[in-house]
């Protein structure tokens, strides 16, 4: 069988969790081998909520990357009530500080410190957007009277528009979008553009549900319909510069996943590009992944596109993937709904 290659400018990854201290010296290889950059969340244990922390959580990462890696990490803000307008005017300056990260408080990892009346903030998206500061959001409402499954749609309505409707020219991403909804959504905006996730890309809310629970397919916002998990595809395959991998991988211990209060979080940068591969080949649109994650959204963020390129081969028999990483404090598995990887990067 003759090999088959793609080639395609060095992926970025633009919603990732490294965490810190030891669990971030295990993760982070799988991201620094694999993308050329990427946006660094900073819902850590403590926050990372001005630029002071954001330079010294920049250094802790720069430390754990070896000497001769081509990966650059872009650093977010954490918006919250003690964020002012001087820090944001100086964030639009900044060589690798790139989004302000709004969270609704309580909806996801280490969210307490987030937001539950967005029009507070409003005197600071002014700034952010006369600045050209990009808003990124976790696209949620987190009120218990609303259904679980619905709240990605009802934030879309409730929040973001008005925030849109208020700030016509803020530069907002919606990130790991799930829905029809939201894909449509992004597709009638014009200064929104959205991430998304390889999990919601490849799997649907059935698979964590129909056949017993299966905790580690949990992650937040929750797996929607088989019906949005194709939306999200055709979004995705699409080439339209308004979408862009953002793999949202955030690594839990299985002791914090499988619990009775189980951890919102996918483990995906070890496998997350052959995946993505093996699923445009399926959708017949190989062609199409380069601009997914390796231009959109660099585009988007103002950003050079990289010049380096990458090679992945397609192997005629599934290769050994690896299934979980160990780390001080329990295993952290890899996520790979498929049984059979076909693709690798070659060396």
């Not at 810190?20 to 990427?38: Q, R």
């Not at 410190?113 to 990009?134: N, W």
């Not at 390129?309 to 599934?318: E, I, T």
Request: proline residues 5%; charged residues 25%.
């Amino acid at each position: 069988m003759e090999k088959i290659f793609l080639d395609i400018l060095r992926p970025d990854d633009w919603h990732v969790h490294l965490r810190e201290g030891e669990m971030l010296s295990s993760v982070l290889p799988f991201t620094y081998e694999n993308f050329g950059s990427a946006l660094i969340m900073p819902n850590l244990d403590t926050p990372i909520t001005n630029i002071s922390l954001a330079e010294t959580y920049y250094n802790e990462i720069c430390k754990r990357i070896p000497r001769g890696a081509e990966f650059t990490p872009n650093m977010t803000l954490y918006l919250t009530n003690h964020l002012s307008k001087d820090e944001i005017k100086k964030v639009s300056n900044h060589e690798y500080i790139k989004a302000i990260k709004m969270y609704p408080k309580g909806a996801t990892t280490n969210s307490d410190a987030g937001i539950s009346d967005f029009k507070d903030f409003y005197h600071l998206f002014e700034v952010m957007e006369e600045k050209g500061v990009i808003l990124s959001i976790h696209g949620e409402v987190t009120d218990e009277k609303i259904d679980v499954f619905e709240r990605e749609s009802v934030f879309i309505e409730k929040v973001l528009k008005k925030i849109i409707k208020q700030f016509p020219n803020l530069k907002i991403v919606l990130e790991h979008i799930t829905s029809a909804d939201a894909v449509k959504f992004i597709n009638e905006e014009s200064m929104v553009a959205a991430t998304i996730t390889i999990h919601h890309l490849m799997v649907n809310r059935n698979i964590m549900l129909s056949k017993g629970i299966r905790p580690d397919f949990y992650c937040a916002p929750i797996l929607k319909t088989e019906y949005d998990r194709l939306a999200l595809v055709q979004a995705a395959t699409s080439g339209n510069c308004k979408f862009f991998l953002g793999t949202d991988s955030a690594p839990h211990v299985e002791g914090k996943k499988i619990a009775s209060c189980g951890c919102a979080g996918i483990f995906s940068s070890p496998l997350a590009i052959p995946l993505l591969i093996q699923l445009f080949e399926e959708h017949s649109s190989l062609e199409k992944i380069e601009p997914f994650v390796s231009r959109n959204g660099r585009a988007f963020y103002g950003l050079r596109q990289h010049k380096d390129r990458v090679r992945y081969v397609k192997r005629p028999k599934s290769i050994e993937v690896i299934k979980d990483i160990k780390s001080s404090h329990g295993k952290i598995t890899v996520f790979n709904p498929y049984n059979e990887v076909y693709w690798e990067k070659e060396d």
